[in-house]
């Protein structure tokens, strides 16, 4: 991502997703994470304590079997598209290699697993819990090497840079956003939403963080239906991102999906999903909404959104995963 400041409207090509296929139909099995692989080959997705891998090109389904005893909350990919490390309801974090079958459980969160994510080298992953801990796993050994008491609520989303494994977000229910060094495992900076962070009846809970591309910014999701863009370095918040009017006061029930997606030439966009099913697209330079999907999802979460180059899977939470495309 460049200079936000420095990029001119005139400039801007909005660009629209356009629906594929089908992956899967709606299954009633509790469906909360998909992720397309890093090579953009795969997609991976959570049915129960299951995980299904679907080949895009050949639309050929793999299904890959944990020892999960409770449902998956989350699911990440290592960077060599090898691997899928899934957090459960059961506490624990398994690592499955997609022909070999499982190579590690990691053991010592006490409250149910929401979010995991690999640092770039692949070697070492952290995971998030209700428990209010991140925890960083040695991903060959399957030691845990230090435990962060990040927040005062459940922590539900953490986040690694893909080209700067040395920091680490995390967004929880207390409404707090916060930067480690992963090294020391020390805070860096928190962040709030100054005189919004406050809602009449509480805090605004914080369910989704994730880097830009560089590095440099942080895309945050409240509960609220917000969006907001942060320098984080500098604690501002650079862009925010709103639904039609009706919706912008909507208290979400659900942590929904959210994507940067950087197409090849094209401006960058941000896809975000509600309660309802619907999904919105900004680009990231204007702000300005370019597309709002209501019949894809329809009456389910739109829980889980993935992308990779020009490709976009979504998934709701009654099992039906989709793939777009950016035209």
Not at 109 to 137: Q, R
Not at 164 to 193: A, M, P
Not at 295 to 305: A, C, D, F, M, T
Request: aromatic share 8%.
């Amino acid at each position: 991502m460049c200079d936000l400041d420095s990029v001119s409207d005139l400039t801007l090509t909005l660009r629209m997703l356009q629906f594929d296929k089908q992956v899967l139909p709606a299954s009633g099995k509790i469906s909360t994470s998909c992720q397309i692989s890093p090579d953009g080959e795969l997609i991976a997705i959570c049915q129960n304590t299951d995980m299904l891998v679907y080949e895009i090109s050949s639309s050929k389904m793999m299904k890959l079997t944990t020892t999960h005893k409770e449902c998956i909350n989350c699911l990440c990919w290592s960077p060599d598209s090898k691997c899928i490390a899934s957090g459960s309801e059961d506490f624990t974090v398994e690592i499955t290699h997609i022909i070999y079958g499982r190579i590690r459980r990691l053991m010592g969160h006490t409250a149910p697993v929401i979010s995991i994510c690999y640092n770039n080298k692949g070697n070492i992953l952290c995971s998030s819990s209700m428990d209010e801990s991140i925890k960083e796993w040695h991903v060959l050994s399957g030691t845990a090497l230090k435990t962060m008491s990040a927040h005062s609520d459940a922590v539900v989303s953490i986040d690694i840079p893909k080209f700067d494994s040395s920091i680490l977000s995390s967004g929880s229910y207390d409404g707090l956003i916060r930067i480690f060094d992963t090294e020391s495992g020390h805070c860096l900076k928190t962040l709030t939403y100054d005189k919004d962070w406050i809602a009449e009846d509480g805090v605004v809970p914080i369910s989704t963080v994730k880097f830009s591309r560089n590095g440099k910014f942080l895309l945050v999701k409240s509960l609220d239906n917000v969006v907001k863009l942060w320098e984080y370095t500098r604690g501002t918040v650079v862009r925010t991102f709103l639904w039609p009017h009706q919706e912008t006061k909507a208290k979400l029930k659900y942590n929904c999906g959210l994507e940067l997606i950087y197409p090849q030439g094209k401006d960058p966009l941000v896809i975000s999903g509600n309660d309802s099913g619907s999904m919105c697209v900004w680009n990231v330079y204007s702000k300005n909404l370019v597309q709002k999907i209501d019949e894809k999802h329809r009456n389910s979460p739109l829980i889980s959104i993935s992308a990779s180059y020009d490709k976009v899977a979504t998934l709701s939470l009654n099992g039906e995963c989709n793939l777009f495309r950016v035209h």
